[in-house]
């Protein structure tokens, strides 16, 4: 079938075409349908599919992630009691308010065994945290570096929590060293023992 055939093809008179060009029309109008429904239906379709499996993917993920969770249920609960267990062990080594004094007496009696003498000692105001209370305590102690390192260690050595901080280290006209640090101790606030704000009246 050439070209010329197709030109003589009457497109009001299509059922005496010839076979070759009524397959050919057929065709064409079969890969029109087809594009069509591609179009306007079959490619939103897949793009739902192709969401619902990346959907599906992170369900199974997350399935598998739960699955393993509830497999160690029981180990996660045992961590919960030993994270309780060593919250409760630092809770102790946190002094409450009457031990305090006697923490402070620790950390004097500490410094002057180092052989250090003592030019300011003082302890700042309390600074409230969401459950302890920090104590700040300005320290300026004489010495030499033997001596700053046995009352750094000998502090630290406490059975309270102590941190140190804001360490400087100068030397004086006469040539003794000043060590100049802020020593931090920390307290407990007991929930149960916290004032309660009394609600203003409206």
């Given at each position: 079938?050439?070209?010329?055939?197709?030109?003589?093809?009457?497109?009001?008179?299509?059922?005496?075409?010839?076979?070759?060009?009524?397959?050919?029309?057929?065709?064409?109008?079969?890969?029109?349908?087809?594009?069509?429904?591609?179009?306007f239906?079959?490619?939103?379709?897949?793009?739902?599919?192709?969401?619902?499996?990346?959907q599906?993917n992170?369900?199974?993920?997350?399935?598998?992630?739960?699955?393993?969770?509830?497999?160690?249920?029981?180990?996660?609960?045992?961590?919960?009691?030993?994270?309780?267990?060593?919250?409760?062990?630092?809770?102790?080594?946190?002094?409450?308010?009457?031990?305090?004094?006697?923490?402070?007496?620790?950390?004097?009696?500490?410094?002057?065994?180092?052989?250090?003498?003592?030019?300011?000692?003082?302890?700042?105001?309390?600074?409230?945290?969401?459950?302890?209370?920090?104590?700040?305590?300005?320290?300026?102690?004489?010495?030499?570096?033997?001596?700053?390192?046995?009352?750094?260690s000998?502090?630290?050595?406490?059975?309270?929590?102590?941190?140190?901080?804001?360490?400087?280290?100068?030397r004086?006209?006469?040539?003794?060293?000043?060590?100049?640090?802020?020593?931090?101790?920390?307290?407990?606030?007991?929930?149960a023992?916290?004032?309660?704000?009394?609600?203003?009246?409206?």
């Amino acid at each position: 079938m050439n070209l010329s055939a197709i030109n003589e093809l009457d497109f009001d008179d299509i059922g005496n075409w010839p076979v070759v060009a009524k397959a050919v029309g057929i065709t064409l109008i079969c890969i029109a349908i087809l594009g069509a429904g591609y179009w306007f239906d079959t490619k939103d379709q897949l793009a739902t599919l192709e969401r619902a499996e990346k959907q599906e993917n992170k369900l199974k993920a997350k399935f598998k992630s739960n699955a393993k969770k509830a497999a160690n249920i029981e180990l996660y609960k045992q961590q919960m009691i030993d994270m309780e267990q060593s919250f409760g062990s630092m809770l102790k080594q946190l002094p409450s308010k009457t031990e305090v004094a006697e923490l402070l007496v620790d950390i004097s009696q500490t410094g002057l065994a180092s052989g250090l003498e003592f030019e300011l000692f003082k302890v700042d105001k309390e600074i409230r945290r969401d459950f302890y209370a920090e104590l700040p305590i300005r320290i300026r102690v004489a010495g030499d570096y033997h001596e700053f390192g046995n009352f750094i260690s000998g502090v630290a050595a406490l059975p309270r929590i102590v941190t140190l901080h804001n360490f400087s280290i100068s030397r004086k006209k006469n040539k003794q060293l000043v060590m100049n640090i802020t020593a931090k101790t920390y307290r407990y606030i007991d929930e149960a023992k916290k004032p309660k704000r009394k609600k203003k009246r409206r």
